[in-house]
């Protein structure tokens, strides 16, 4: 069956030329970058060409790059190692759980907790954050794109916000990086999240920025691994695939290819839009990264056109969660003001970098009758054409 797969808001698929360059690091070149011998000094070699690449991206040192896990350990360790009982946080309502959850646990054990509200674009108020102040406020953690809507945060105007204050700024741009430039002074941040496969590098590996000067307490107690800020035997295959993801993203954005991305992502947009009634894109008023729409189908539930459409070989997503045999509507979308129904009937499609025009128009062919399919079996949607 032909497939197409446009969840990569979720997962994307590691580039033949990351995979190509990690392969070594599986086989002849296994040693240990602690070890001091040939077989160390090798990975090491690997390990610093690779950190001096995410530096690259992000516009910042290469020592000031933390390799960790993933995105989900990278927002804990900035979470958890910049604030402590006692201090006040602030997040806001569409982080993901990473943040979201860290931030709960800071509460549970003894900070104050502030959760923002967005407004009904997805967008939060950078005078909220102002007016939200404590003189206890010591972190404050705003993500730069949603994972589920693209939707872009006003992130620079929240860092200087954070600096007048003296207090640190986290923000977490796993679904930013390689979509849309990042340069750590102009966001003015003290910690950056990003994550290895929504970039097009293996799942299993990140990275935290950790601004020069900013003590961080480490989850992980052990070696001195990563000058004290994660313990552990570095995952050196892992690390080589980011940093090639890395250089390879940053060649894309410089050469524009960002653009290319928004033109394919607005005609799947435009196209259903067009085709289709009763639909409206979640954030679409918005400045949004250039691979993600999110589409409220109104009367149908995303799940069961999520899997019409998966059954016909279109891989794409929604955000709720299944919680207690249920499904909860997404967090981010409420917290936008849809009605738990709007929500519920909503799916993301998210483009990545093997994405084609052909893949666009199979989704184009697919969608509408999908939904137009679904609608027919929806009482919900005969009792409103009776009404109107
Ligand atoms: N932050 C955001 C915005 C994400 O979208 C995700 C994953 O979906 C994460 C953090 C977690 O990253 P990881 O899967 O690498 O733990």
Redesign the pocket.
Known sequence: MHRVYLDN??TTPVLPQVFEAMRPYFGENFGNASSIHHHGQETRAAVESARESVAKLLGCSASEIVFT?????S?NLAIAGLAEAGDHVITSSI??H??LHACKHLEEIGCELTVLPVDGRGLIDPSDVKHTLRPNTKLISV?M???ETGVLQPVEEIGKIAAEAGAYFHT?V??AAAKVAIDVMRIGCHAL?I????IHAP?GI?ALYVKKGTKIRPLLHGGRHERSRRAGTENVPGIVGLGKAAEIAKQALDCGDDKKMAAMRDRLEQGILAQVEDVGVNGGRVARVPNTTNIHFDHIEGESLVIALDLKGLAVSTGAACSSGAIEPSHVLIAMGLKPDQARASVRFSLGKQTTADDIDFALALVPETVARLRELSPAYKRQAIST
Do not use: I
């Not at 994550?195 to 929504?198: I, M, R």
């Open positions: 808001n979720a896990s993933g995105g989900t350990e927002d982080e993901h990473a943040v993500m794109a949603n994972n977490d796993v679904q999240t994550s290895g496969h929504k799942q990140g």
